[in-house]
């Protein structure tokens, strides 16, 4: 993909910031272990769906197609989770609703029709960078919710799944409402609100 390109797309607000996942990104950054397993999560399943799709995309229906693909991903989805509870069952079985989430959020973000058209490397790598968008932003609310809001910063690891490093947790309220639902999405409105600030005034460098 040639770097204008890349530019391009990292510019673009529709691979961070989408209705489809934000269930994923308000869900799963509670914590940093979370975070990195979906992480993983959304590129494994993002591949391989498009793998799949560009070499097999004549077998699929006309009528239906979506479903068909929402299938495809929800096998590796399965084989990723299936996998990584022979590592670790109980980070798994704590991850596992997140994990369903990320061929939710690969067939409805529209991502197989965009890239219908491009070869297969090209296809690849773009779906690989609309994953690690996506895991990368939820890694980034994560340190900043796990620490500010539990007072611990955790990784996969350890006979309970999850490793946690120094802890204490603040008392204060607006502090504890960071690990929440409502302030996920307010980290979430705060991050779109500067993307475009910064997006803008990109775009009026470029343009003077």
């Known amino acids: 993909m040639p770097p204008r ?80 509870s022979l590592v670790s069952p109980l980070l798994a ?20 029709k965009r890239l219908e058209n491009l070869r297969l490397k090209d296809a690849l790598i773009r779906a690989c960078l609309e994953a690690l968008t996506l895991g990368g932003a939820l890694l980034g609310l994560a340190l900043i919710r796990e620490p500010l809001g539990f007072g611990t ?10 490793v946690e490093f120094f802890g204490g947790g603040g008392e204060v309220f607006p502090v504890r409402v960071i690990g929440s639902s409502a302030g996920a999405f307010l980290l979430i409105g705060y991050g779109m609100a500067l993307f475009r600030r910064v997006k803008r005034k990109r775009l009026q460098e470029d343009a003077s």
């Not at 006309?62 to 479903?67: A, F, L, N, V």
Request: proline share 5%; charged share 10%; with cysteine.
């Open 5 to 84: 390109l890349h530019r391009r797309f990292f510019w673009s607000v529709r691979p961070l910031f989408t209705l489809t996942g934000a269930g994923l990104l308000v869900t799963a950054s509670s914590r940093t272990a979370f975070a990195l397993l979906s992480a993983g999560a959304l590129v494994w399943v993002y591949a391989l769906t498009i793998l799949v799709y560009v070499l097999a995309g004549p077998l699929f229906p006309k009528q239906g197609k979506e479903t068909a693909l929402l299938f495809v991903s929800s096998f590796w989805g399965s084989l990723y989770f299936f996998l990584f």
């Open 93 to 112: 079985l704590e991850t596992a609703f997140f994990i369903i989430l990320s061929p939710v959020t690969c067939v409805a973000s529209g991502l197989v």
């Open 153 to 162: 910063l955790s990784l996969p690891g350890g006979s309970e799944g999850i």
